[in-house]
């Protein structure tokens, strides 16, 4: 086994908490953050749920003590939101006394402002001040700079899988010895476009998803951030810091089969599966829980439960989707499961996957439905995104 | 550290860049404030059902990878890595205006599966049924080099061929909004160059650069690519120690270099940065530029690397790309340095070979 890159702290924003203690509470008394959206005027407000954070632009910008003339799409304040916590939790105080950078992934940038303002801005001057947050590097920058991380900053955007590939870039960087410390993750804000675009796809469900289940009827859109602080072996030892898990494999992999959906026999996601635990030279019979990247899609679920029964064959280990907790977070999905994933090591504890009622027929897979005590060594998850991307990350005990 | 060669390059841009005599005789210095590609022959590489389908990044981001894959002879890369600033602009761009016109009713999904990020990359995978490693980066104008030094690690963690490049296209709405700020420069400004223009923003371009990177040389090969260095958001006076830690860390100095390739973009604003290192540690060292004919976009330097493998190769520098006059006598290491409205400080270290 190898031993990967350690994690030193987490920082999370999602519709079941706005902390790591919130989120983790929420998993295991099973209270879900599905609800009809509140924040966005759309035509399709009655008929679809949505994982809503709590917090107003507002309360966020109060809340990250920003001026008022700021110019922050709400995928930003989420991710500086999130970050800010993961930085606290890794008790960093002087972020530049090592090499440190910044990896942020998202699929919808600033578009929550642009769609609002789409007209308007060629009118008014007043709200121009958002074409510049537009880009998706935009939440990035400013993340960093609140940080005071001057140098090595980027983004990601590989749709659903983009802060997966955010983890894996940063372990990549400090495994080859070229940064010190990075702060990895994602940040993906509620906004009309998406809502439209799963909408015309024809997979957003009008109920609570319902992941794995033969009957479930497609996905809840959510909004979330997440940033997990890795550290190099050298900064943890002279630092002494407490780590709380390793990234231990990583791998990405192209499905190559269609430009939004999985294919049948879900072969990009059985590779990455094969490739993450090479990385960690792990058997597939060590993984002791697997954070699926389950959303409830007929096409994803059915594709996946596939790539499991690849990868793992009769002895598929204990699963879950998280899913159905706080919707389908796009490119923050990765960096949350991350999270959750870790919450499991430490507090030794499945979470379940709620609203399963019936197994799809002839895959016939079961997750744990039940909050469930259980030493864990190792956690596979996954993600999988437009373009044929899917990525697994695997996340050892220290 | 293993070594990385630029074996294979494509490029689709403003100028005709099919093949690089083509481009020596028939480069145009741009005249326009907003500049669309000078377009292939899309038959040649994609299928005519696709190329109706595809935005014009898409397409160019095919085909300039074709080129590259198909000069360095490779079928199928062990990984794909692209990088773009603003992703799929003209799809997401009308998906959006779909959403606000018709009042979120009468969409249909085209539009929205053409307009994630990465559709360039999983297209291109698709394309070529590239099952490997594919990822997207999309940090303004440092995304393509992002891209490289993602490719860099996976040439040193013994991955033996990458495909790379970087990609941009021209999005109506979101040139607007940009005209409307101030970041495109008007056209009666433009006559005598964008050096000579004395006036803000830029002029905008468009372009695909695809690179077949790998751990041997092969008979095609340009350059060695040495190392990337990426700096977001550091003050101005940290650019040029930045840059010679940089050059140290392979054991180099600024006199050393025999070629440096700036981004200058006519943006009077801004240029400050380039000129201010022509006029200290460049000022004894040839100095060319690419902007004049390549525009600005978020990944111009992937055209900028396109023109600096091309001088590596052939050991000539066209005069037309000129920003000053040194005696070069023999051209071993050659630096880009880009950055954008002073954050997204790049610096790429090239080496012939």
């Known amino acids: 086994m190898s031993k990967g890159v350690a994690v030193t702290g987490m920082g999370i924003i999602s519709s079941i908490g706005n902390n790591i203690e919130e989120n983790y509470q929420s998993l295991i008394s099973k209270k879900q953050g599905i609800s009809k959206i509140k924040k966005i005027q759309t035509i399709h407000k009655d008929v679809i749920k949505v994982g809503e954070i709590n917090y107003t632009n507002k309360e966020l910008i109060t809340l990250l003590e920003l001026p008022k003339t700021n110019n922050y799409s709400r995928t930003a304040l989420l991710g500086e939101f999130a970050a800010k916590e993961a930085?606290?939790?890794?008790?960093?105080?002087?972020?530049?006394?090592?090499?440190?950078?910044?990896?942020?992934?998202?699929?919808?940038?600033?578009?929550?402002?642009?769609?609002?303002?789409?007209?308007?801005?060629?009118?008014?001057?007043?709200?121009?001040?958002?074409?510049a947050s537009h880009d998706a590097g935009d939440a990035s920058k400013k993340i960093a700079k609140s940080l005071g991380i001057t140098d090595f900053v980027s983004t990601i955007s590989t749709a659903c899988s983009s802060s997966a590939n955010a983890i894996m870039l940063g372990a990549r960087m400090i495994k080859a010895g070229k940064i010190d410390r990075v702060i990895v993750g994602g940040s993906d804000c509620l906004s009309k476009f998406t809502i439209n675009g799963f909408k015309t796809l024809m997979i957003l469900s009008e109920t609570d998803c319902k992941p794995f289940d033969e009957n479930r009827t497609g996905l809840n859109?959510?909004?979330?951030?997440?940033?997990?602080?890795?550290?190099?072996?050298?900064v943890v030892k002279k630092e002494n810091k407490k780590v709380l898990a390793y990234v231990s494999g990583y791998a990405n992999a192209n499905d190559a089969y269609h430009q939004t959906a999985s294919s049948e026999n879900g072969e990009g996601a059985t590779l990455a599966m094969q490739k993450a635990l090479r990385v960690a030279k792990i058997k597939p019979t060590e993984i002791d829980y697997v954070n699926a990247h389950g959303t409830a899609t007929p096409n994803n679920d059915h594709s996946e439960s596939r790539a499991i029964l690849n990868v793992f064959g009769a002895k598929v280990p204990d699963f879950s989707s998280t899913k159905a907790y706080t919707g389908h977070t796009l490119a923050a999905a990765a960096a949350i499961e991350a999270v959750y994933s870790i919450l499991a090591i430490q507090h030794k504890v499945l979470f379940p996957n709620l609203n399963f009622e019936t197994p799809i027929a002839d895959t016939a897979l079961v997750p744990k439905t039940e909050v469930t005590k259980k030493e864990i060594q190792h956690v596979l998850s996954n993600s999988f995104g437009f373009g044929g991307n899917c990525s697994t990350l695997i996340f050892s005990k220290t | 550290m293993a070594q990385c060669y630029i074996n294979g390059i494509g490029s689709v841009s403003t100028q005709d860049t099919s093949n690089y005599k083509a481009f020596l005789k028939n480069h145009q210095e741009l005249k326009e404030n907003i500049v669309h590609v000078h377009k292939p022959n899309y038959r040649d590489y994609i299928k005519p059902a696709s190329i109706r389908r595809m935005a014009n990044g898409v397409k160019n981001g095919v085909v300039a990878s074709a080129i590259a894959l198909k000069e360095a002879a490779i079928e199928t890369p062990e990984a794909i890595i692209t990088g773009t600033g603003m992703g799929c602009t003209i799809d997401s761009g009308k998906f959006l205006k779909n959403i606000v016109d018709n009042n979120e009713q009468y969409l249909t999904p085209t539009a929205f599966i053409q307009s994630t990020h990465n559709t360039v990359g999983g297209q291109i995978a698709l394309g070529l049924q590239c099952k490997a490693y594919n990822v997207t980066y999309v940090h303004n104008a440092t995304s393509f080099e992002t891209a490289l030094i993602d490719a860099l690690l996976m040439i040193n963690d013994n991955q033996t061929t990458i495909l790379v490049g970087g990609v941009d296209e021209i999005g109506d709405y979101s040139v607007s909004l940009h005209q409307l700020v101030g970041l495109v420069k008007e056209q009666d400004t433009m006559s005598n160059g964008i050096l000579q223009s004395n006036s803000k923003g830029t002029?905008?371009?468009?372009?695909?650069?695809?690179?077949a990177l790998e751990n041997k040389k092969k008979d095609t090969a340009y350059a060695e690519l040495v190392d990337v260095s990426i700096h977001d958001s550091i003050q101005d006076n940290e650019v040029q120690t930045r840059l010679l830690t940089f050059l140290k860390n392979h054991e180099l100095k600024a006199t050393d270099l025999d070629l440096v390739i700036l981004g200058n973009n006519g943006d009077e604003e801004y240029d400050k940065h380039y000129n201010k290192l022509q006029n200290s540690i460049f000022k004894d060292t040839q100095q060319i530029y690419y902007k004049h004919l390549s525009g600005e976009y978020h990944t111009a330097s992937s055209f900028g690397l396109w023109m600096a493998a091309q001088i590596c190769k052939t050991q000539k520098i066209p005069e037309f790309l000129k920003l000053n006059t040194k005696k070069v006598t023999a051209i071993k290491h050659l630096l880009l340095y880009n950055q954008y409205r002073g954050e997204n400080h790049s610096f790429t270290l090239l080496r012939s070979c």
Request: charged content about 25%.
């Open chain 1, 87 to 131: 930085v606290k939790n890794a008790n960093i105080t002087n972020i530049n006394k090592y090499k440190t950078g910044l990896i942020s992934a998202t699929s919808v940038g600033g578009m929550d402002k642009t769609e609002k303002y789409y007209y308007s801005q060629f009118e008014e001057t007043k709200n121009r001040k958002y074409i």
């Open chain 1, 221 to 234: 859109l959510g909004e979330a951030a997440a940033f997990l602080v890795l550290e190099s072996d050298e």
């Open chain 2, 203 to 211: 002029i905008y371009g468009e372009g695909a650069q695809f690179f």
